[in-house]
């Protein structure tokens, strides 16, 4: 009798092992799903010009980058990824730093655009580009549609072949949500050149983009 009874209570013990989980990771693995299935939010077209949102480090290089490009109307810096609302610099919490890409399809394409994003960073450095570490500067490709998505997949695919060990550290996720930065954030590069991060950071990593992409850049950035 003795014996059942360690028995029976062994396997109650066991069953519990799943409920007593830290609710923590619980948590995380249950918005990790949510997100996987949330579906993408697809923006509207205004006089003909699209959007696209990317990001991969600190915005202020990222909106430096994709300024440069022929058929991008505006960059706009900012935070997305998450699920906090009204993200601030000072505390942006799940979400990445970002940008929104407000391009024009009849010049450049998405496709174009995601090239843009692989040939300019680490490919590999995973939760940072460069200096910059963490989650805030974590590489994410956002898709709003079916389409964006396959072209996205097709070239991580390809990336990673070539890669052979290593593997493309960029999140692919549904579109949601772009939130804007502050004021001061925007067109930080261009308003900022004395600024040491800029001078040792961000333009050495837009001058390596336009060397290695200069028939994609604005005539008056292809010297």
């Not at 996205?152 to 930065?181: R, Y």
Request: glycine share 6%; charged share 25%; hydrophobic share 30%.
């Amino acid at each position: 009798m003795k014996r059942i009874t360690v028995l029976i209570v062994s396997i109650f013990l066991f069953s519990l092992q799943g409920a007593c989980k830290p609710s923590n990771e619980k948590n995380k693995e249950a918005e990790a799903i949510a997100q996987k299935e949330q579906s993408p939010i697809q923006t509207e077209s205004v006089n003909g010009l699209k959007k696209a949102y990317f990001a991969s480090g600190c915005f202020w290089c990222v909106e430096a980058i994709y300024e440069s490009v022929e058929g991008v109307k505006e960059v706009i810096s900012g935070y997305s990824g998450g699920k906090t609302k009204n993200p601030t610099y000072e505390n942006h919490a799940d979400h990445a730093e970002a940008v929104e890409v407000i391009y024009d399809p009849e010049t450049i394409s998405f496709s174009q655009l995601v090239d843009v994003y692989f040939g300019s960073q680490n490919i590999t450095q995973v939760n940072g580009q460069g200096p910059d570490h963490g989650a805030s500067y974590r590489s994410i490709v956002f898709y709003q549609n079916d389409d964006e998505k396959k072209i996205i997949n097709e070239k991580i695919e390809a990336l990673n072949k070539q890669l052979g060990g290593d593997k493309v550290a960029a999140q692919v996720l549904p579109f949601q949500k772009f939130w804007d930065a502050e004021n001061y954030h925007q067109n930080y590069e261009k308003n900022h050149p004395e600024n040491p991060y800029i001078q040792n950071v961000s333009i050495p990593r837009l001058n390596r983009f336009k060397e290695k992409f200069p028939e994609l850049l604005k005539k008056t950035q292809n010297h």
